[in-house]
């Protein structure tokens, strides 16, 4: 075994780190809470799963405050983030208010969260979750899908903070 492949780096820290270094996007998971509030959580593990149905994923922390809230709606939205959303970005990855303003959001055709200014917009239903570890996988059956038609920067994360995109498209 390399001492890249030491078993320290299946420490949680070490292994953070590691996994930190697949550089993704960042977006938003907008519900409505029990109080009909909408209130969103920043996440980077969204992937595309399937066209043919259309679904995505997403993993949930079991220790977030947002849990019950997000386990508990009746659909969920990812929102991805433009360069533009930091502010937002770091807002809604802090323990505490996660609250949106008003004008922060616009209500889907069907009732969903979905955030102003995102690149891109989905309104789920929750189709499966998944217990796994100290996350809950979330598999969303897509419902309404919006894109950004002109090209505008995406907020990118990698190894622990936020980079700019090289290059154009
Ligand atoms: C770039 C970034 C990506 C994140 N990705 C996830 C994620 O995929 N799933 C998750 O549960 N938390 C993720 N988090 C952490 C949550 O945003 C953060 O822990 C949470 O909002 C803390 O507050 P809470 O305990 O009130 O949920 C991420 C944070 C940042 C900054």
Known sequence: ???DMSPDLLQPKAL??????FGTGVALIGVLDAQDKAVGLT???FASVS???ALLSWCLAKDS???DAITRADRFSVNILAATQTELSNRMAMP???RFDDTEWTASAKGGVFVNDALAKFDCRPHQ????GDHVVFLGAIEEAWACSHSRAPLVYFRGGY???LGDD
Do not use: K
């Not at 953070?16 to 270094?21: I, L, P, Q, V």
């Open 65 to 67: 405050q947002l849990f």
């Open 16 to 21: 953070r780190n590691a996994f930190g270094n």
């Open 1 to 3: 075994m390399s001492s």
């Open 51 to 53: 066209l043919e149905p």
């Open 96 to 98: 505490g208010d996660h």
């Open 129 to 132: 979750t998944i217990e796994a």
């Open 43 to 45: 996440i980077n593990s």
């Open 163 to 165: 980079r700019q995109l």
